[in-house]
């Protein structure tokens, strides 16, 4: 009766295992693939899972302010309307508007020299400011952040920031083409601020 | 006194504030500043040239900043394009 009874549970614990081997393989394939999931989402980072286009905007609203805190308001109007900022070169003859080159600095791009009487193009300077804490998965600073650090390294070591770039002639990365409408847009854009001033000199 | 750092996806946070003038203050002002120092990052302060256009003015060490300077802005350190250099230094395309 015993060995009856022993041999009928063998056979259904053989028949269960049988039964359910199909069911257990799935299960242990989709765990395996839940495991290997989480490894690849933890090794891109968690900022990449969660990008959140809001908070880009956010930064980027933040680091407007501030680079309107840092520099003049008429370098603040002309990178409000024309999405790049002017610096005069220190390091050659003649200062400010009077100086033999400046550059051209816009987000995330190169810095571009340049000669102002004639618009002849120099060099681009490519330089970023990673950093590589990447906060949220992505080492870039928000656009007007990349451009205060520019002008930042600029205006504070000029020749130090132009060592550590790499120096390219022009149209590397930016088509001379549009600089060279930049800086057409630039002349208008200084002529028609010009003439308003004077309109308001003798208005008032 | 503030001291304020760029940071992706954030703009600027603030890392420390407080009055030079008061000792316990100036010390955390201090400590902060050399943590963002030895994290590899740079120092500016925004000022003005004596032409009263603005500029900015990069300090190394908690001494060179102006007392009166309102914002000290902590920035990573720029990376030139291309490969990277034979030294090792770190390069990025911009």
Redo the contacts between chains.
């Keep these: 009766m015993a060995l009856s009874l022993g041999t009928a549970a063998i056979v259904l614990v053989a028949l269960l295992f049988e039964l359910s081997r199909p069911w257990a393989a799935g299960a242990l394939r989709s765990a395996l693939a839940a495991l290997h999931a989480r490894q690849r989402a933890w090794l891109r980072g968690p ?1 990449q899972i969660a990008y959140d286009p809001g ?2 905007l ?6 407007r302010e ?1 680079l309107r ?4 308001p008429e ?1 603040w109007a002309m990178y409000r309307d024309l999405g790049f900022l002017r610096v005069w070169g220190t390091l050659g003859e003649g ?2 508007e009077g100086a033999a080159y400046a550059y051209l600095i816009y987000p ?3 810095v571009v020299a340049f000669v102002p009487h004639s618009g002849l193009l120099l060099n681009e300077y ?17 656009d007007s ?1 990349d451009v ?2 520019k ?3 600029l ?3 000029e020749r ?2 132009i060592n ?3 120096m ?1 002639l022009p149209g590397r ?1 930016i088509d001379p083409d549009l600089i060279r409408r930049d800086l057409q847009r630039l002349a208008g854009w200084e002529r028609r601020r010009a003439g308003r001033h004077a309109e308001g000199v003798r208005a008032g | 006194m503030k001291l304020l750092r760029l940071k992706p996806g954030h703009g600027e946070i603030l890392l420390a504030e407080g009055d030079v003038e008061v000792p316990e203050q100036e010390r955390e002002l201090i400590e902060a500043f050399r943590r963002e120092l030895d994290a590899g990052l740079w120092a500016a302060v925004p000022s003005a040239s004596r032409d009263g256009r603005r500029e900015a003015e990069l300090v190394r060490s908690f001494d060179e900043v102006p007392r009166d300077a309102e914002r000290v802005i902590f920035f990573p350190r720029a990376a030139g394009g291309a490969a990277p250099a034979a030294g090792g230094a770190h390069r990025t395309l911009s």
């Design positions: 900022a908070r880009e956010r930064a980027e609203h933040r680091a501030l805190s840092c520099i003049d370098d200062a400010g995330h791009r190169p490519c330089v970023a400011f990673p950093d590589d804490s990447r906060p949220y998965g992505s080492s870039r600073l928000p952040d205060l650090a002008w930042m390294a205006t504070a070591d130090g920031l550590d770039a790499n390219h990365q």
